[in-house]
């Protein structure tokens, strides 16, 4: 088992910057990617970022390349999201999860969430 606990979110305004953090624990060398999603008030989550936890190679959705930077830290176990610019549309919950394979589903790893408000 592996357990995700994020941090970091909150109330801000936009065109701000924030960074959300991902706390890995339990069987993490089984980690293969972690990610980012988000899910806004009445629409489905949605792919955000991913990072290859060996390679650091990283993916996004188009929607935000260019503005969210996804990282880890394979010492501490931490994967983090800095997001720049902030939209009042970047509004979400934000969910780390993991995963041993190269894809996410719904039965991989999963944080709890952290909210993002932005006001414009």
């Known amino acids: 088992q592996v357990q995700l606990v994020e941090s970091g979110g909150g109330f801000m305004q936009a065109g701000g910057s924030l960074r959300l953090s991902c706390a890995a624990s339990?069987?993490?060398?089984?980690?293969?990617?972690m990610g980012w999603f988000r899910q806004a008030p009445g629409k489905e989550r949605e792919f955000v970022a991913a990072?290859?936890?060996?390679?650091?190679?990283?993916y996004y959705a188009e929607s935000v390349k260019g503005r969210f930077t996804i990282s880890r830290d394979d010492v501490k176990n931490m994967s983090y999201l800095q997001i720049h610019t902030l939209k009042p549309e970047d509004t979400a919950v934000y969910y780390c999860?993991?995963?041993?394979?190269?894809?996410?589903?719904?039965?991989?790893?999963w944080g709890q969430g952290t909210q993002v408000t932005v006001s414009s």
């Open positions: 990072i290859s936890w060996n390679t650091g190679n990283a």
């Open positions: 339990g069987r993490t060398f089984s980690i293969y990617r």
């Open positions: 999860a993991a995963t041993s394979t190269t894809r996410f589903t719904a039965s991989d790893y």
